[in-house]
C-alpha cells in the first residue's frame, strides 16, 4: 500500500529535507530512526536528501526560534512545488512547553501553509511514517489538482484553535494591521 501510494504521489520516491528549528533534537532523533534499518523509510520510497531543491517534503521539528524563522522560510521557498510541509511534534505546531519564550515565534502555520501535522512530545516513528504517507498522498492530490493547498484530513493531528486554524495570509495581515 505505501508503495502504491508514493508511486501515484509523482512517480517517483518523495524526498524529505528535514529542517530543525530549534528543536531539543528529541524529534530529529526519531526521524533518524525512521529511516534507518528498524523502520526503514527508503524501502517505500521515502529519501532524505542534503539539498531543499531536491525534495518535495519539507519535515519540520521545533518550536520555531526567532533566529532560526528567516532560514526555515528561505530554505521552504527553495523546494519547487508542488511540495508539502509537515510539522513533526507538538513544537512547530504550537511551541509545546517553549511557547511564550522570548526566543520562540512559532507556531510555524503563522508563517506558512502546514500539510501534515504529526502529533506527539516525541511523536513515535510509526506516527512519523503515517504522516508521511499522508504528505506523499496530498503530494499526488497537489500534483492532480494544481491547487497547492489541496488537503486531506490528518487523523492523528492534535485539534487546531480557531486562531491556529487561520490560514497563513490572514494571520500575516492582521500582524501588519497591529
Ligand atoms: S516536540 Fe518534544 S521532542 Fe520534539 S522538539 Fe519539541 S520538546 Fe523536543
Known amino acids: 500500500m505505501f508503495k502504491k501510494t508514493i508511486i501515484e504521489s509523482t512517480g517517483k520516491s ?3 529535507f528535514h529542517i530543525n528549528a530549534g528543536s531539543c533534537n528529541g524529534c530529529d532523533i526519531e526521524i533518524v ?10 524501502r517505500v520510497g521515502f529519501k ?18 526567532k533566529q ?28 509545546n512547553v517553549f511557547r511564550d519564550s522570548y526566543s520562540v515565534c512559532g ?4 508563517y506558512v501553509h502546514v500539510d501534515v501535522d504529526i502529533a506527539g512530545c516525541t ?12 504528505a506523499a498522498q496530498i503530494l499526488a492530490e497537489k500534483k492532480k489538482t494544481g491547487n497547492q493547498e489541496a488537503t ?11 486562531e491556529e486554524a487561520k490560514p497563513a495570509e490572514e494571520k500575516t495581515e492582521e500582524k501588519g494591521e497591529a
Do not use: F
Open 152 to 162: 486531506l484530513p490528518n487523523p492523528y493531528a492534535p485539534e487546531k484553535t480557531a
Open 68 to 95: 532560526s524563522l528567516p532560514r526555515v522560510l528561505r530554505t521552504l521557498e527553495q523546494i519547487p512545488e508542488p511540495r508539502c510541509i509537515v510539522t513533526c511534534g507538538s513544537c512547530p505546531q504550537s511551541g
Open 123 to 134: 511523536p513515535k516513528p510509526e506516527a512519523i511514517m503515517d504522516g508521511l504517507l499522508l
Open 14 to 16: 518523495p524526498w524529505l
Open 48 to 65: 532524505l536528501v542534503g539539498s531543499p531543491r531536491h525534495a518535495d517534503i519539507a519535515v519540520v521539528s521545533g518550536p520555531v526560534t
Open 33 to 42: 530512526s525512521v529511516l534507518t534499518p528498524r523502520y526503514d523509510a527508503e
Open 107 to 110: 507556531p510555524l502555520s503563522k
